[in-house]
């Protein structure tokens, strides 16, 4: 486990993230992370992004996928 040390930084504290764990997450300057408290553990997450419709476009190999879905017996008045 690596420790880090929580620094002044301006009038607010903050802690440095070594480059081998950037790079292992492939996160960049201005970045955002989500940050998330649970019992005694601060949790950073990348932050989810859609993705642009070019980014998209350029990943289609111009197949379709057609799957059925079980979405199980009906519980309800699902077959009048």
């Known amino acids: 486990m690596e420790q880090i040390a929580i620094r002044a930084w301006g009038n607010s504290q903050g802690i440095r993230i070594p480059k081998k764990v950037l790079d292992e997450m492939n996160l960049k300057v201005s970045d955002v992370l989500e940050l998330e408290i649970e019992n005694d553990a601060i949790i950073l997450r990348k932050q989810f992004t859609h993705k642009t419709f070019e980014e998209r476009l350029a990943e289609y190999n111009g197949e379709i996928t057609i799957c059925d879905y079980d979405w199980g017996e ?6 009048l």
Request: net charge neutral.
């Open 74 to 79: 009906p519980v309800g008045r699902e077959m």
